[in-house]
């Protein structure tokens, strides 16, 4: 008795929509779609959106509702354990009869499709599905054809299906036929071209009434046997198989490790020679840029100076003229000296590179692809009469001060890609050394000796960073607009951030606020938790007073911040009080191409040359006192121990280099 419609959807029910049998361990989705566990995970492991799938979700394989995970903080592959079991699912199941194994439609197979058959052709033997058994019975080659549900096929066969075998050689043609010369069933076509001359060929039906019931036992243990010998014969093979795969597996990893170290080799000489250059070139074109930029100021106040003496006697405005005139003249004094030192400034950069003779030769033996040669000349340029140096501050409560370089380690590490840029140096307890590798893109603490302890990799290039305590630091990150802060001990981990809402730079702690440079010319006052308390862009009487702002330290002895304007020239002292800053300077210090600044344990303020290349030490009132280092190349960042007895700084012109002082007494140098 065939089934009704109800039954049948109650069993459809049943069924998994991924793998087409029986649910087993059934999970639901938020849709209330029912999967098998394992066959969930597959799906969801495999899904194309697994990647975002904590944030986007991932679609349901039946109704596309986009789904998530139960417990968010689970990765992807172990969703499918933690949905919920779907117990009314599993009670039916045992409860009603559901066949294991489904049927596929014929036709739909050969046109690569896969659907659930319902129905069985007993002329055909074949399982079809709704739509193929519609049009089985309307062509009029198989209108005839007796169709019958595939569950009444199921559950009583015999009468049901045709008791027919197709011809392994004639594709189906019915065996029907007995060659007893050959002991071999066959069919018409088997008549007709291998059996022709045969004697005894008589129906199937036939002999097999006549014949006596045979018993299989022999048959079956000589099956078995084969089943055997099959089984041992694919393992040993499966297991060549295996060892082939893990020799060529190995043999390809072999021939990739030579490549690969023939490029290292290649790329790490390669990278070594265009660091330098990049370094030399961006400091030519930098200078190149300065002469060009003033030329152009040179033209712009010339010619406007012009339209001005013009302008005036054209109107016969003699008191206006002669103003205007004078002004014109000192104008243009200055700018013929300036320009006068530029033309006898201007140099024929002549960039040389000759191939090393050992790329031609071997690749193994290479050690540098070639020799750089750099020549300056400067064919108008007179020799200069240098200006008297600063004259020193005497020093009441301190005396003349000398440095000894103690250790220079390389800070670039194992998975740096590029040469360092050391933007930023911290000496933490006076042990140990934060570095900010704005280059490489991250945090790395040392030793006091130079030994690598933590790295931490970041999202994006950080800039400065200050202490906020023992074991904490804020760091500035421009590209992000925000400045993270992390904990520091054995490890570095971030416990938090604070919105900057634009590109910061420089970062101090002043009291218990953060005091932040930031690109587009301008400091703020931030707390701790991100309330901005002041914003300095303009002075008193509303004049900006930086252009590019890239540092900022702070004396706690005189609550007085520093600011290094790179463009400018110039460090700003400003007064701080209370979470306020004052906007009339204290003093304005001229430095070439100030970079990091830092204060030590006296109050006295460091500024890092960039274009001077040295290293200067001022008063807190902006007297300059001494110049404590010079012949340095390109100088970006120090730093102080918190006794001032040591101090840390890199360079540009080397850049994975950091290099540790020791400040001694200039009567003790001697004896050091």
């Known amino acids: 008795m065939a089934e009704t419609d109800d039954k049948k959807v109650l069993k459809m029910s049943l069924i998994c929509s991924i793998c087409l049998q029986k649910l087993n361990k059934p999970r639901s989705l938020p849709c209330f779609h029912t999967f098998c ?131 392994y050689d004639h594709n189906k043609k019915e065996v029907d036929m007995y060659c007893q010369d050959h002991e071999q069933p066959c069919c018409p076509m088997c008549i007709a071209t291998n059996h022709r001359k045969c004697e005894k060929i008589a129906q199937i039906n036939d002999v097999v009434q006549k014949q006596q019931p045979v018993d299989h036992t022999k048959l079956f243990k000589d099956m078995d046997r084969l089943i055997t010998d099959a089984d041992s014969v694919k393992r040993e093979r499966q297991e060549v198989m295996r060892t082939t795969l893990m020799q060529k597996t190995k043999m390809l990893k072999d021939i ?109 033996a290479l050690g540098m692809l070639g020799k750089l040669d750099v020549k300056h000349s400067y064919p108008n340029k007179k020799p200069p009469t240098p200006p008297p140096p600063p004259t020193p501050i005497a020093e009441e409560d301190d005396e003349k001060k000398a440095t000894r370089k103690i250790k220079t380690f390389n800070a670039k590490v194992k998975g740096d890609k590029r040469e360092c840029k050391i933007t930023a140096i911290k000496l933490w307890n006076n042990k140990k050394i934060l570095l900010a590798d704005n280059s490489n893109v991250r945090l790395k603490l040392f030793g006091e000796f130079g ?37 520091v001990k054995e490890n570095i981990s971030e416990v938090g951030y604070v919105n900057a809402s634009r590109g910061c730079n420089g970062i101090c702690m002043a009291g218990d606020d953060l005091a932040v440079t930031f690109a587009s010319g301008c400091i703020r006052v931030i ?58 300077p204290l003093f304005v210090y001229k430095v070439s191409g100030p970079r990091g600044v830092s204060v030590d344990a006296r109050g006295n303020l460091h500024v890092c040359g960039f274009w001077s290349n040295d290293i200067h030490k001022v008063k807190d009132d902006g007297q300059f006192s001494q110049i404590l280092m010079d012949t340095l190349a390109r100088p970006l960042c120090i730093a102080f121990t918190g006794d001032g007895e040591k101090f840390a700084l890199s360079e540009q012109g080397n850049p994975n280099n950091v290099k540790l002082y020791k400040i001694i007494p200039a009567s003790d140098v001697e004896d050091y």
């Open 451 to 487: 030994d690598l302890l933590v790295v931490f990799g970041c999202n994006s290039p950080p800039w400065d960073l200050t202490f906020i305590d023992k074991a904490k630091c804020a760091v500035t990150f421009p590209n992000e607009r925000k400045i993270r802060i992390f904990k």
């Open 256 to 364: 990739s490790e030579a490549k690969k170290k023939l490029i290292d080799h290649i790329e790490k000489i390669e990278s070594q020679i265009t660091a330098k250059f990049e370094a030399i070139s961006q400091t030519d074109f930098a200078i190149l840029q300065e002469q060009v930029d003033y030329c152009n100021s040179v033209q712009s106040a010339m010619h406007h100076s012009k339209t001005a003496i013009q302008s005036a006697k054209e109107q016969q405005l003699q008191k206006k003229e002669f103003i205007v005139a004078q002004q014109g003249k000192v104008k243009y004094n200055e700018c013929a000296s300036g320009l006068k030192k530029i033309h006898e400034n201007s140099a024929k950069i002549k960039y040389l590179f000759e191939e090393d003779r050992q790329v031609a030769e071997t690749l193994g």
């Open 37 to 167: 566990e394992s066959c969930l995970k597959n799906y969801l492991v495999n899904a194309p959106e697994k990647k975002n799938a904590t944030k986007e979700g991932i679609p349901c394989p039946t109704c596309k509702l986009v789904t998530f995970s139960p417990k968010p903080a689970l990765p992807v592959e172990q969703w499918s354990e933690h949905f919920p079991m779907n117990h009314l699912v599993g009670t039916l199941i045992d409860i009603v009869p559901v066949s294991s194994r489904l049927e596929f439609c014929e036709p739909c197979k050969d046109n690569k499709e896969s659907k659930i058959a319902r129905s069985w052709c007993q002329q055909c033997s074949e399982a079809l599905c709704e739509e193929c058994a519609k049009c089985h019975m309307s062509m009029k080659a198989t209108k005839n054809h007796v169709i019958t549900p595939l569950e009444n096929v199921r559950s009583n066969p015999k009468p049901a299906v045709k008791e027919e075998v197709v011809c």
């Open 527 to 584: 707390a701790l938790d991100g309330t901005v308390k002041m914003m300095v862009d303009t002075d008193y009487i509303g004049k900006r007073v930086f252009s590019n702002p890239e540092f900022i330290a702070f004396n706690p002895f005189s609550y007085h911040l520093f600011v290094s304007d790179y463009n400018n020239h110039t460090v700003t002292a400003l007064k701080f009080d209370n979470g306020k800053v004052d906007k009339t």
